[in-house]
């Protein structure tokens, strides 16, 4: 399997290959977590200075001379965000897609000469991938001179994290999303990750952060680097180590860096969570390493949120199947998440007076959620889960700048975990 993203915790065990960066197709997730020492040295044996493994990215490796594009072709570029990789612009490129003489596209530069085999590593696999299947299209490279230029599709409304924090409703505006909008927007990433899935492609760094939006609100699965600047509270680095995006994070990846389609599965059970609750921080009130012990150790899993519509956890309860063979497909997931938005309403997201409790914490895997609705109501108007910066890649029309507030929760409606069945 190819490994597409975020960090990399990719050596040291059975079923992978340091020499390839490969992993076989009958999946070892090996034993249970015996504690935070092992989990903090794992994590730390697991991750690699570069060059001590190389990663293949595709098993005939993509020329890059079918996608070329002059660098005379790029116009009116505007910078809208940097990070330690580069430069992320938006503009213009003539003649790169068929049938338009300009195409709107984002622009993601390289300003360091030693991540440059990172750099050509993403641009083979999204150009390997290709196709209508909810993935962030790469339209073109630019890499005869430096600095190199990855041409990708634009994506009008940003990454998703964004969308979801502006769309919070407020006392005098309801939500642009709707319930059954929520459910689509979950269906997107599903089919984008089934798709990265049978390609054997694990993604390793799944989150609302790394997906965006088209102006339907359709959404797509990215990975940026940038995103990683932009929201770096959202990542832990041990020392020494690579950032690692815990609370996204299975408990296998946690224990023994064990990365497969199925702990994409438990990440997307996150997105989900993330989507439901417009944007908020998973774990919001544990730190990164709380997180890495009760998800590892004690088999912790989030409360369902009071303002998720009935049909949302119980798919999530399935992604954060201890058991990686127990969690569904991506494909299953898309189909159960499609059927949902039919049967949810499709009026904005309200806030409501339904009630001031917060959310309990779900005492096992049998919670199940009750029927609530809207957000209730918000004890800020500012967030703590909102981007650090104005950061929206190619959300230019809008530049907004978010008020990042104060970490006050919101005040939603109880709901009681039904009990353990006998």
């Not at 890499?143 to 502006?166: H, N, Q």
């Not at 054997?200 to 965006?212: G, M, T």
């Not at 509270?233 to 296998?252: D, T, V």
């Not at 949302?312 to 998440?337: H, I």
Request: proline content about 6%; some cysteine.
């Amino acid at each position: 399997r190819y490994f597409w993203g975020g960090t990399s915790i990719m050596s040291g065990y059975n079923n992978f290959s340091p020499a390839t960066g490969i992993m076989d197709d009958d999946d070892d997730f090996g034993g249970s977590c015996a504690g935070m020492s092992k989990l903090a040295l794992g994590a730390r044996q697991s991750i690699r200075k570069k060059g001590d493994w190389q990663v293949t990215t595709a098993k005939a490796p993509v020329s890059t001379r079918d996608w070329e594009v002059e660098k005379g072709r790029l116009a009116d570029l505007r910078e809208v965000g940097t990070g330690n990789f580069g430069i992320v612009y938006v503009g213009t490129c003539t003649g790169i897609l068929p049938g338009q003489e300009k195409t709107r596209v984002a622009v993601k530069t390289l300003a360091k000469d030693e991540a440059e085999r990172e750099f050509m590593q993403e641009a083979n696999i999204m150009k390997a991938i290709d196709g209508p299947h909810q993935i962030v299209r790469l339209l073109g490279v630019c890499t005869r001179d430096k600095p190199f230029y990855m041409i990708m599709e634009f994506m009008p409304r940003g990454d998703l994290k964004s969308v979801l924090c502006a769309s919070r409703p407020t006392a005098a505006k309801p939500s642009p999303l709707s319930p059954k909008l929520l459910a689509k927007m979950a269906a997107d990433i599903a089919e984008g990750m089934g798709y990265l899935a049978s390609r054997k492609i694990i993604h390793r760094d799944l989150a609302s952060r790394n997906c965006l939006v088209a102006e339907d609100y359709g959404v797509k699965v990215g990975d940026f680097g940038l995103t990683r600047d932009v929201y770096q509270r959202e990542y832990y680095r041990m020392q020494g180590s690579a950032p690692l995006p815990i609370r996204w994070m299975s408990p296998e990846n946690l224990c023994d860096g064990f990365f497969s389609s199925a702990s994409d599965v438990w990440s997307f059970g996150v997105v989900m969570w993330e989507i439901v609750t417009l944007g908020k921080t998973p774990y919001g009130d544990l730190s990164n390493m709380e997180v890495a012990e009760k998800v590892a150790e004690d088999g912790y899993r989030m409360p369902c949120p009071a303002s998720c519509q009935p049909g949302f956890y119980p798919l999530m309860q399935r992604c954060w199947e201890e058991d990686p063979a127990k969690r569904p497909s991506f494909e299953t997931l898309m189909t159960s998440l499609l059927a949902l938005s039919e049967k949810l309403s499709g009026a904005p997201i309200t806030r409501s007076a339904v009630g001031t409790g917060k959310d309990r914490i779900a005492e096992s895997n049998y919670a199940q959620p009750q029927d609530t609705v809207g957000y209730g109501e918000s004890d800020s108007e500012g967030d703590d889960d909102q981007p650090q910066s104005a950061y929206n890649y190619n959300n230019i029309a809008q530049e907004v700048l978010y008020d990042l507030g104060s970490a006050a929760e919101s005040s939603y409606p109880v709901v009681a975990p039904a009990p353990k069945p006998a």
